[in-house]
């Protein structure tokens, strides 16, 4: 059983900053990436932000400069530090693990339920 779980979401105003948090557990082999996503009511899922298993990092041009991706390998934890949140920003948002960290989502093998990131203008 493998469960993916994040946390940290929550309102904030524009501005502001949250850290979200994905602790994973069970039995998780051949995991080449990790990433976070992100999906806003009426919009496309899209990729925000992976990180690989060698500590190589992507992020979306939106984002550059504003969101840190980190992880802990100890304790199967994956980040996503946000700062400067702006409205538009609002959404669900999901961490996965798995092969690849697509621009879609597909790829990836083991999702979390999301946690709901709203900032208020």
């Known amino acids: 059983q493998v469960q993916l779980v994040e946390s940290g979401g929550g309102l904030v105003q524009a501005g502001g900053s949250l850290r979200l948090s994905c602790a994973a557990s069970?039995?998780?082999?051949?995991?080449?990436?990790m990433g976070w996503y992100r999906q806003a009511p009426g919009k496309e899922r899209e990729l925000v932000a992976a990180?690989?298993?060698?500590?190589?990092?992507y992020y979306s041009d939106s984002v550059k400069g504003r969101f840190t991706i980190s992880r802990d390998t100890a304790k199967n934890t994956l980040y996503l530090q946000m700062n400067s949140l702006k409205p538009e920003e609002k959404a669900m948002y999901y961490c996965?693990?798995?092969?690849?960290?697509?621009?879609?989502?597909?790829?990836?093998?083991?999702w979390g339920k999301g946690t709901l990131v709203t900032v208020s203008s």
């Open positions: 069970g039995s998780i082999f051949s995991i080449n990436a």
């Open positions: 990180i690989t298993s060698g500590g190589s990092t």
């Open positions: 996965a693990w798995g092969t690849e960290a697509t621009m879609s989502g597909y790829g990836m093998d083991y």
